[in-house]
């Protein structure tokens, strides 16, 4: 099964954006993918922007593939998780792409 990490925008918006993080890992569960949604995540103990990335990047790296919300490119933690997934050969792009049947990871 491919698993799917989501990205998006999260400081300085109502809610940090969770209704869409959650309403986007429903639609892609839906679709048969397994997803690792960061708004789901436990506060780190330090509670810093670093602490959530930290957390955020090492369950991203489990993953097949980077679903991007909308605004992410203005996002400074979806930026970075977006140059990782995309130096570490991980595809990354916007959410609604992902569409019909998974694709088995071929890597």
């Not at 918006?13 to 949604?37: D, H, I, M, Q, T």
């Not at 977006?82 to 992902?98: F, K, N, S």
Request: hydrophobic share 40%.
């Amino acid at each position: 099964m491919t698993r799917i990490y989501i990205a998006g925008p999260m400081t300085g918006l109502p809610e940090f954006n969770y209704p869409a993080f959650f309403s986007e890992a429903k639609r892609l569960r839906s679709l048969g993918y397994e997803v690792e949604n960061p708004a789901a995540n436990p506060h780190p103990p330090c509670g810093s922007w670093a602490g959530y990335m930290r957390l955020a990047l090492r369950q991203m790296l489990t993953c097949d593939a980077v679903a991007l919300l909308p605004g992410w490119q203005q996002s400074r933690g979806a930026l970075l998780e977006h140059t990782v997934a995309i130096d570490l050969g991980i595809p990354a792009r916007p959410a609604a792409e992902y569409q019909g049947e998974p694709q088995p990871c071929t890597a």
